[in-house]
Each structure stands twice: as C-alpha cells, then as structure tokens.
C-alpha cells in the first residue's frame, strides 16, 4: 500500500515535559488532577487536535472521569 507521506524524510520531535509523584487513583473529579498532568492532556490535545474526553487515573472502571462531552450535538 501506498504511505500519505515518506517515513525516510521523518524527523523525530522530542518534548520534554512534567511529570507528577502524587497517587492519582483515587481522584474522583477533574478539578483534583495535578496541574502537570492537566498540561500534559493539553499538550496531547493541541498535538493531535482532537479534544480527550477520558482520562483513566487506574485499572478499575470505576476510576474513569469524563472531562467533557462524549457525544456533541451536531
């Protein structure tokens, strides 16, 4: 198949950036995420252009928060 774009011209982009030592799992609203972890969602965000909707601080289902709406109206 045939590539949008050719993988030898590629150069790699390196960002460092923040990460964060406190324990997220038991974070239940979005206002509680570290103010690292909140720049590294934006800085995905705004990389990707496309908005994130669900951020899992753990393994369970219960520990999901749902930062915005998942299905927009149209």
Same mark, same amino acid.
């Given at each position: 198949?045939? #590539? $949008?774009?050719? +993988?030898?011209?590629a ?12 324990? &997220?799992? /038991? ?5 509680? #995420? $570290?103010?690292? +972890? ?11 252009g496309?908005?994130?909707? &669900?951020? /899992? ?18």
């Amino acid at each position: 198949s045939h #590539l $949008p774009y050719r +993988l030898e011209t590629a150069e790699p982009c390196y960002k460092e950036l923040n990460g964060w030592k406190r324990d &997220i799992s /038991s974070i239940t609203n979005q206002d509680e #995420l $570290p103010v690292e +972890l909140t720049q590294y969602v934006q800085f995905i965000e705004d990389e990707v252009g496309i908005p994130i909707r &669900i951020i /899992s601080v753990g393994p369970e289902r219960k520990q999901v928060l749902f930062t915005g709406a998942i299905v927009e109206s149209q």
